[in-house]
């Protein structure tokens, strides 16, 4: 459950005068804007919506919720505002799909109707029963203020689309006891089933400071009752949007990972390990980080993520939100905000260090046959301190929207900078990269990719490596950026510089890949085959549509070889009504919408 980043709120407090007290402290409610229909107010400004990252027509979308397979499709939820580009009036909106790429939006599946959910939707998670059922299980604001957790069952398992929802009367099916934070406590898991025959869930709470996965169980997924103990806990404030699964490596050794997403930063962190199903205990790995200085998913605008197991490809898929950072006077201008991250696959590297990642294949249908750029062996020499080398990337139709996978090779390591240094010495990836953006000039890199350029490259996104070497005997530090300090000429725009390490060896054979989508107001980019990810949104002014261009530079002293990059111009995803003429799913179900929700027995 995410709402408006906390820079964002505050160029809202300047520019909109009335601040309604927030129901949460991250989630800032403004009546004033709670029922802009864009479409009634102003024509929607497309000219920097997605092309192929989901976003449904208009208005306001954060967190993905229950997202699963069944019966051939793909199902979305997510938290969307129906009537404004701003946070409130939350539903589960849903969406279906049968690649992950193209997406009928159909109408919401849940709302509030009902004194255990009637201030409030939100965030939760699908469970796939014994018997094949599909069950919903969320966060409700119930008459008295309380964080209460609902459960949903679909009306007509014979409709594979499951357009239709209801509630049963016994909700909630779980409250928060006395001990329990009722504000703080939210987001339940898929839930799982043990040896024993008990489901599992976790939810998100707080005790002060402490953030906790509260582990709850049950034997008929009714009655729920605490366990003796949280699955775990630490000292990093509230912990919403958990995630609690198993991922297999290649030698068949079967791990547990656990994410959080941390209120206070607005960042989700991961630990992994061994889960102990008798004991209901979840111990992580003493060997990696945990806490804010653990892994990341995703080091960049990437928040409130949910996986799901696709039986069908046996693999495991991860969905994130990207909140906006322009604005919010210019999203309810432009009549949208907020974008899912494009799905991922998942999987634990073969060292066991970390969690991989990758753009799901189904993606990749979208690159425009034909529109295919190739750059092998070019070199990118060395500037000496003396300027800019780079080269422009030509041949694309409109690099606002691309593909572009590049591997680039360091000719010369031994002018990398010494890292260990007393500037650096514990300082994470961001604070570096912050100090020592783009236009820095180092010894191996600054190099990568200017994405989203204007002509005269006064406007650009610079996605980009480094390479230190440190003074222990041991391997090179890599790291990897965005920076869009210099997207845009707009103003008040969010303009942070993400950035995080990439955990490979450069010294046996000098080389690093990088994957980016360009998608006009997104920049998610993959490096090292998916060990670290960085996603960004960026607002240009001149570098729109097909102003935009791409460029290789490199702003370092030793030489770097463009091995081989491919890019490819990429067309847009299929995102439409149900009622929209030429679907080629199946006709909308004449149940009136009237009936959704009404409360059952089940």
């Known amino acids: 459950m995410a709402a408006v980043h906390t820079l964002q709120a505050f160029f809202l407090f300047a520019l909109v005068a009335l601040l309604i007290p927030l129901s ?36 306001w979308i954060n967190d993905p919720n229950g997202v699963m397979q069944y019966k051939g499709a793909y199902h979305l939820f997510y938290q969307y505002n129906p009537k404004s580009a701003v946070w409130g009036n939350i539903v589960w909106a849903h969406a279906v799909s049968k690649d992950l790429v193209n997406w009928e939006i159909l109408e919401p599946a849940i709302y509030p109707t ?19 059922k599909p069950v919903i299980m969320y966060t409700g604001i119930d008459a008295d203020g309380r964080q209460v957790q609902n459960v949903a069952y679909p009306k007509d398992l014979s409709d594979p689309y499951l357009r239709e929802w209801v509630k049963p009367e016994y909700n909630p099916v779980i409250a928060p006891d006395a001990g329990v934070n009722a504000t703080a406590f939210r987001d339940p898991t898929t839930a799982w089933r043990g040896p024993d025959g008990v489901w599992r869930l976790v939810i998100g709470t707080k005790d002060n400071h402490r953030g906790i996965a509260a582990l709850y169980r049950s034997r008929d997924f009714v009655h729920w009752a605490p366990a003796r103990r949280a699955l775990h806990s630490g000292d990093t404030g509230m912990w919403e949007c958990p995630d609690f699964y198993p991922v297999t490596d290649g030698n068949g050794n079967t791990r547990h990972v656990l994410k959080v997403s941390l209120d206070l ?187 989203l350029a204007s002509d005269e490259l006064k406007e650009r996104t610079a996605v980009f490596f480094r390479v230190f070497k440190r003074d222990d005997g041991k391997k090179h ?100 009504t149900e009622t929209e003429t030429g679907s080629d799913y199946p006709a909308q179900s004449d149940t009136k919408t009237s009936q959704r929700n009404r409360k059952i027995d089940i």
Not at 116 to 129: H, K, M, Q, R, V
Not at 334 to 347: D, E, H, M, S, T
Not at 477 to 500: E, H, I, Q, W
Not at 530 to 535: E, F, P, R, S
Request: with cysteine.
């Open 265 to 451: 930063t607005r960042y989700e962190y991961y630990t992994f390990g061994e889960y102990d199903h008798g004991s209901d205990t979840y111990a992580p790995d003493a060997t990696l980080p945990d806490g804010d200085g653990g892994l990341r998913y995703d080091y960049g605008d990437f928040y409130a993520s949910k996986t799901f197991l696709d039986t069908g490809k046996n693999r495991r898929v991860l969905w994130g939100w990207a909140n906006e950072s322009d604005s919010v006077a210019d999203d309810v201008r432009k009549g949208w905000a907020g974008v899912q991250a494009i799905p991922r696959k998942l999987w634990l590297a073969p060292d066991g260090s970390q969690l991989m990642q990758w753009p799901v294949a189904e993606i990749e249908s979208l690159r425009v046959g034909g529109s295919h750029v190739n750059v092998t062996d070019r070199m990118v020499h060395g500037n000496g301190g003396r300027g800019v080398n780079y080269f422009e990337v030509t041949g694309l139709a409109t690099p606002a929207q691309a593909d572009v996978e590049a591997t680039f090779q360091v000719m010369d390591l031994d002018k990398a900078e010494v890292f260990d240094d007393a500037a650096w010495r514990g300082a994470d990836a961001q604070t570096v990269c912050a100090a020592r953006g783009a236009d820095d000039k180092g010894g191996v890199g600054p190099f990568g990719l200017w994405v």
């Open 24 to 59: 949460e402290a991250s989630h800032n409610v403004f009546a004033d804007l709670q029922s802009l229909d864009a479409i009634e107010t102003t024509q929607v400004d497309d000219k920097l919506r997605t092309g192929f990252h989901f976003q449904p027509p208009k208005h």
């Open 477 to 576: 530090v890599v790291l990897m950026c965005n920076d869009p300090s210099r997207s845009s000429y707009g103003k008040g725009l969010y303009k942070p510089t993400f950035a995080g390490f990439v955990d490979v060896d450069i010294a046996a054979n000098g080389k690093i890949p990088l994957r980016t989508l360009i998608d006009h107001s997104v920049v998610e980019s993959f490096g090292g085959h998916g060990k670290t990810a960085i996603l960004s949104r960026v607002y240009p002014t001149k570098a729109i549509g097909d102003k935009a261009r791409l460029f290789v530079f490199n702003n370092g002293e030793s030489d770097v070889k463009v091995t081989n990059l491919n890019a490819y111009d990429m067309g847009s995803a299929k995102i439409r």
């Open 114 to 132: 009902a004194s255990f959910d009637e201030n409030g939707c939100w965030s939760g998670s699908a469970t796939i029963l014994p018997d094949g």
